[in-house]
């Protein structure tokens, strides 16, 4: 089992900028991807970005430019910086890593963005 602790939600002003971060624990050999996840209210949740143990990323349009995924493979941590946020950037985001094809989250950390 992998266990995740998010840190670094926030309430921030549009423009604003906000750091996550995600430590691993427990089980944690041969972590394939480690991502940031969020969910809106009433909406489902999407995929923000993803980094792979190489440090290949990908990231959703809608934060392309503003947001930077990154990995401490050493720390077994992923970090998601956040620059020129916006209200439609609000939500709840999780930390998710993918082991042996096994999902797993964090609890969430709450991202408030105010116009």
């Known amino acids: 089992q992998v266990q995740l602790v998010e840190s670094g939600g926030g309430l921030v002003q549009a423009g604003g900028s906000l750091r996550l971060s995600c430590a691993a624990s427990g089980s944690i050999s041969r972590i394939n991807y480690m991502g940031w996840y969020r969910q809106a209210p009433g909406k489902q949740r999407e995929l923000v970005a993803r980094?792979?143990?190489?440090?290949?990323?990908n990231y959703a349009d809608s934060v392309k430019g503003r947001f930077t995924i990154s990995r401490d493979n050493a720390k077994n941590s992923v970090f998601l910086q956040m620059s020129s946020l916006k209200p439609e950037d609000t939500g709840v985001y999780y930390c998710n890593v993918v082991q042996f094809g096994a999902n797993f989250w964090g609890q969430g950390t709450q991202v408030t963005v105010s116009s």
């Open positions: 980094i792979t143990s190489g440090g290949s990323t």
